[in-house]
């Protein structure tokens, strides 16, 4: 079970509010730009909903709001529309009957809501959530119950979805519908409730459903009734979980940071639903000259951006350092300068930017952060769907960024005709493919922890490869380094000659990251240098590279994807080997020392 962007509770128990606000204090880690909680009570159903964090939200609830046996929360990760208050779920049909709460991205919601305004539904946010309960109005117009039409509006919806609705009509229930986000319903004395994750449910409950997929779920009061979106009826089959509740909120793994590498497939494919016109109008934006920029991690995203740049819309477009830009860049008049930053707070990045603009440059944000300075100050924005993270150093939101510009440059590729419709259309397929391949690896990360063991108490380390992992290699270098505080130098491995060579004696450890694309046979000459210099070789290459095997000491393979999605699948094995190095040198991964999440000073 992977978590995704947002939280959402429900509960059918004797104090609905006290406990919707208590689970959604636990969520809270999910995201934090904004509450709300909806309840049914003898008048109908009552919603309130508040920007900002959950403490500030239960300070500001009028006494009077709190009552109610039946109700849901919501915490958001903004998605789709800025963080405020109109945006927070729960959201409402037109008449106020039906109330919902979801996580997960819609991506037809643009068709799904014109068709629904034309049909003469108001919306009062910008959300893709909002056609959910529209949808469900008109089949309960149509004489259909809460559960057939939240199953019909399911039909209608592609995309992700953990559901949970509630009707005035039908007050002793919630109806709850799962396809790709998480959903886990839970069984307990005093109540049943449901929730994005375990955590929020232990201090009621440690019998839990994990609600299997393309399922529609009815809780009542007296036990829950499961079946398919299909219609066949399914057994619930409860598990027991023996978490305590801190191995909880890190879904049972012992850090945040091997949680969220596991947690890279269902963010990528999050990431690949960005909406087309979005992604349009950034290519379009991307006219004559531009430039990446990013600091650290983002950093190693925009340069593995640029390769691709060049290699797939014949375009040159420079990755440079944000502390750096305003050195290294004097001509962006009429330019457009792409921004990467997961918090969308990194002040090197954004006073890169800030400078950009002074000159007459056009910004095109990347962030993970909805509503975040780096949002604010960009022409036009693309939002990558990680959701939190609260590991320091960045794994998940970092492959999402490779993906968004991976979709980026295939966009600007078609939009300057460097390729085909057809080749997009194919492009795109291969992309959808991926969080696949990404599973495949994330699924034997823990086979990397016997390597790491090998080499934990090595004092360097190079990382090396060429062409378009040389960004894969230097992200390699810098995890191994922030967390684990063994040296680690990543550069592209040509330049062995030009110098660092001279530091190789008995013993080295050389990284290569070796797939099987254009670079592989130049790498295998570096590896060869290396090697006769007594560097022992970990290398990341392509499923059955035979030749690859035997040169290396230890190896790590990963599955054969089109040449520019093999950043997305090495960079994995790099940050579990990482992890694995720090821990058995018996430090935190989640801490580093000396390092913030977020890098507002300059
Ligand atoms: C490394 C890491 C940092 C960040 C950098 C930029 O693991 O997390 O190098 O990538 O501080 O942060 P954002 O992306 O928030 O601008």
């Known amino acids: 079970m992977v978590p995704s962007v947002c939280g ?93 709460v979801h996580n997960g991205v819609i991506e037809n919601f643009m068709e799904l809501k014109e068709g629904l305004v ?43 979805m953990a559901v949970a609705a509630i009707s005035a009509s039908e007050p002793d229930r919630i109806v709850c519908i799962r396809r790709e986000s998480p959903l886990i319903i839970g069984i307990g004395y005093n109540g049943v409730y449901c929730s994005s994750d375990i955590p929020a449910l232990l201090p009621y409950t440690n019998e839990v459903i994990v609600v299997p997929e393309e399922t529609v779920v009815v809780m009542r009061r007296d036990g829950i009734s499961m ?20 191995m909880a909120m890190k879904g049972g793994y012992p850090h945040f940071m091997m949680k969220e590498i596991s947690e890279q497939p269902l963010a990528l494919s999050n990431t690949l639903k960005i909406q087309r016109a979005f992604l349009e109008r950034a290519a379009e934006l991307i006219g004559g000259k531009a430039y990446l920029t990013g600091s650290g991690t983002s950093y190693h995203a925009c340069l593995t951006a640029s ?39 990194t002040a090197d990045t954004l006073s890169a930017l800030k400078y950009a603009k002074m000159m007459g440059a056009r910004v095109v944000g990347i962030t993970n952060t909805l509503g975040s300075s780096i949002t604010t100050s960009s022409d036009i924005y693309i939002c990558t769907q990680s959701g939190p993270e609260i590991g320091v150093a960045a794994t998940k939101t970092f492959l999402t960024q490779l993906a ?20 997009y259309a194919g492009a795109t397929a291969q ?34 490869a060429r062409g378009i992992n040389v960004a894969t290699a230097l992200e390699g270098a810098l995890k191994l380094k922030e967390i684990s505080y063994m040296h680690a130098e990543g550069y592209p491995a040509g330049e062995s000659k030009h110098g660092p060579i001279s530091l190789v004696e008995e013993g080295f450890l050389c990284v290569f990251v070796a797939p099987s694309d254009s670079a592989r046979g130049r790498v295998i000459g570096n590896m060869m240098e290396m090697k006769a210099r007594g560097a022992e070789i970990f290398s990341i290459i392509t499923n059955g590279d035979r030749e690859l095997i035997a040169i290396s000491d230890e190896y790590f393979e990963v599955p054969e994807v089109p040449e520019y999605a093999y950043p997305i699948v ?13 821990v058995a040198r018996g430090y935190d991964p989640d801490r580093p020392r000396n390092l913030a999440k977020s890098v507002t000073v300059l």
Not at 127 to 148: S, Y
Not at 227 to 246: H, N, R, Y
Not at 449 to 457: C, F, I, P, T
């Open 8 to 100: 959402i509770f429900g509960c059918l128990c004797d104090d609905a509010p006290r406990v919707l606000i208590e689970g959604l204090k636990r969520l809270e880690y999910r995201g934090y730009d904004s509450v709300g909680i909806a309840l049914i009570g003898s008048g109908g159903i009552k919603v309130i909903k508040e920007k900002g964090r959950i403490d500030d939200f239960a300070a500001g609830l009028p006494n009077s709001a709190l009552a109610g046996k039946v109700g849901l929360g919501h915490t958001r990760w903004a998605t789709h529309g800025a963080p405020c208050r109109e945006n927070a779920h729960p959201h409402t049909d037109c008449s106020g009957r039906i109330a919902v």
């Open 118 to 160: 034309k049909r003469g539904h108001v919306f009062s946010s910008r959300t893709d959530t909002e056609v959910i309960p529209h949808l469900m109005e008109e089949g309960i117009r149509q004489g259909l119950g809460l559960k057939e039409a939240a199953v019909s509006a399911s039909r209608r919806i592609k995309g992700s």
């Open 227 to 246: 079946e398919t979106l299909g219609g066949s009826p399914l057994e619930p089959k409860p598990t027991k979980i023996d978490w305590d509740m801190g």
């Open 307 to 345: 390769y691709l740049f060049s290699k797939i819309a014949k375009a040159d477009i420079r990755a440079v350092h944000s502390s750096e830009f305003q050195d290294a860049v004097a001509d962006l008049k009429g330019s457009t300068v792409i921004g990467v930053s997961q918090s969308g707070e």
């Open 404 to 423: 968004a510009l991976d979709q980026l440059v295939f966009a600007h590729a078609l939009a300057r005709g460097a390729i085909s419709k057809e080749e």
């Open 431 to 464: 992309l959808e493919r991926l969080p696949a391949a990404v599973q495949s690896v994330v699924d034997r990360v823990g086979d990397l922890k016997g390597v790491a063991m090998k080499y934990s108490r090595r004092k360097d380390a190079y990382f090396l």
């Open 570 to 582: 090495c960079t994995i094995p790099l940050q579990a080997f990482a992890y694995f190095v720090a």
